[in-house]
């Protein structure tokens, strides 16, 4: 398995920002893959977190309305696409695989990424 996170950086307040992240080693129609973060001081959150086999998706009440996760099964790839940043965006982001989508319904990780830093400067 591998997961290779990338697109982070620096963005102002309001703006907006694509992450990629590209599998290898696992189906999407097997394992639900997810982003989380992890700010300095602060434990790692999930962020978004989708499973195509039930269409299901879970958001985190911090970033409801303004990011929202996309998948290229041909590719493999999953985005999480931020808009509307905000400087408590800023963080280390993750892509994972995991066993469901919901991480309050045993949705845990079964894989981490390699993290990318996005931050917002304001």
């Known amino acids: 398995v591998q997961l290779q996170a990338s697109g982070g950086g620096l963005v102002q307040t309001g703006g907006s920002l694509r992450l990629s992240c590209a599998a290898s080693g696992f189906s999407f129609d097997d394992y639900a893959i997810g982003w989380f973060r992890e700010a300095p001081g602060k434990e790692r959150e999930a962020v978004v977190c989708?499973?195509?086999?039930?269409?299901?998706?879970y958001t985190a009440d911090s970033v409801e309305g303004r990011f929202t996760i996309s998948v290229d099964n041909a590719k493999n790839m999953h985005y999480l696409q931020m808009n509307s940043l905000k400087s408590e965006d800023t963080a280390v982001y993750y892509c994972?695989?995991?066993?469901?989508?919901?991480?309050?319904?045993?949705?845990?990780?079964?894989?981490w990424g390699k993290g990318t830093q996005v931050t917002v400067s304001s």
């Open positions: 994972a695989k995991m066993f469901y989508s919901d991480p309050r319904l045993g949705g845990g990780v079964d894989y």
């Open positions: 989708y499973s195509t086999w039930d269409d299901n998706t």
